[in-house]
């Protein structure tokens, strides 16, 4: 199921939109702030985040900057009460991928929610189906030529980023940061021997993961 995170501090609309998002089949994470919202989007999977802009604590454009500091792709749609094209272009230039002013149409956001996972597909779908191989996040299962592949939830969750991020570089702290989370005691050999065990146990021609002396690590999809 498609995650979606909501960051308003206004109960009513985040309400709203929790109800209406529920309906259309969507799971629904709730932050009431920004600092609040960053420190879900740390230690939850999501594929999508609205936010407001006015918030206490962090406003939406300073989230929005924090959540591309590592994570480039996760569609990001801001919702405002400032239409004005200077605030349109401050969001736009600072990674957000969509729009809207309030009042919110609920039937115009949901067909601009769909837009954004076409757009990216491949993580939306929790599902990345290759010539061999199969990964389906909602099961966290890998089958290689229909041999299910054992492997466990977080060594699942780095090869489905990597593989839906196809030839994308991630360091290691990145990589440490989506997987493990900021908080976590782990180190960076932590994602190395991760890497390493994934090498070793999921044998497929459709990709390589690949090392990228000096940066981290990036799958090639063949």
Same mark, same amino acid.
């Given at each position: ?120 597909? /491949? ?7 290759? #010539?061999?191989?199969?990964? @389906?996040?909602? =099961?966290?299962?890998? $089958? +290689? %030529? ?22 994308? /570089? ?7 940061? #989506?997987?493990?989370?900021? @908080?976590?005691? =782990?180190?960076?050999? $932590? +994602? %190395? ?30």
């Amino acid at each position: 199921m498609t995650r979606i995170l909501i960051v308003e501090d206004d109960l009513r609309i985040q309400t709203l939109l929790q109800t209406f998002l529920s309906r259309q089949g969507f799971e629904i994470i709730k932050a009431d702030d920004g600092k609040t919202g960053l420190d879900v989007f740390k230690h939850e999977h999501v594929d999508l985040v609205i936010t407001d802009v006015m918030m206490p604590l962090m406003d939406g454009h300073s989230l929005v900057s924090a959540i591309r500091s590592y994570d480039k792709t996760v569609p990001l749609l801001m919702l405002t009460a400032l239409g004005g094209l200077e605030d349109k272009t401050k969001g736009f230039e600072g990674g957000v991928d969509d729009y809207m002013v309030k009042p919110i149409d609920l039937s115009e956001l949901l067909l601009r929610i769909k837009a954004l996972l076409r757009r990216y597909g /491949i993580v939306s779908a929790q599902r990345i189906t290759l #010539e061999h191989t199969v990964l @389906d996040a909602s =099961s966290l299962t890998c $089958t +290689v %030529d229909g041999i299910e592949v054992s492997l466990t939830p977080k060594a699942f969750r780095l090869l489905f980023k990597l593989l839906a991020s196809d030839n994308t /570089i991630f360091t290691r702290e990145q990589l440490m940061n #989506e997987i493990w989370g900021y @908080d976590s005691e =782990s180190y960076d050999r $932590t +994602v %190395d021997t991760h890497i390493k065990r994934l090498r070793e146990h999921v044998k497929s021609d459709d990709f390589e993961i690949v090392t990228v002396r000096g940066l981290g690590y990036k799958a090639v999809i063949r």
